[in-house]
């Protein structure tokens, strides 16, 4: 994938349905139904999984979105709402993009270094 040009961090919580599966079950939905959606935008878009159901009630799940533009991760979204992944087997909670770094682009300063 080329440069991200935005971030977005996806809250999904699990359903009922989806934990009726077995864990088989779940990895075959997901390389059946949702990887073919990640190969086809891997140009443009890439995903990371967070489980985050140990810490939070709300959510059980972070996905990361990396998109080279808005518009390739608008593509995705677009194809993934078609799947039954998109508030049947998770709900989406909450959608937060942002741009990294974007406070120190914006008044041209060199970003804050890590330590």
């Known amino acids: 994938m080329s440069v991200a040009v935005l971030s977005v961090f996806m ?6 349905e989806w934990l009726g599966f077995s864990v088989e ?5 997901m390389r059946t139904q ?9 140009a443009e878009v890439s995903m990371r999984f967070f489980d985050i159901e140990f810490y939070s009630a709300r959510v059980t799940d972070l996905w990361w979105w990396e998109a080279s533009s808005h518009h ?7 194809e993934l709402r ?7 087997y998770f709900k ?3 959608i937060l993009p942002g741009v990294e770094n974007a ?6 300063q060199r970003q804050l270094l890590a330590s």
Do not use: C
Request: net charge negative; proline share 7%.
């Open 11 to 16: 809250l999904v919580k699990t359903t009922p």
């Open 103 to 108: 406070y120190a682009k914006n008044y041209g």
């Open 25 to 29: 079950e779940r990895f075959d939905l």
């Open 92 to 94: 989406v909670v909450e």
């Open 82 to 88: 078609e799947t039954p992944f998109w508030d049947r």
């Open 72 to 78: 390739a991760y608008e593509l995705l979204v677009e």
């Open 34 to 42: 949702m990887e073919p959606i990640l190969q086809k935008h891997s």
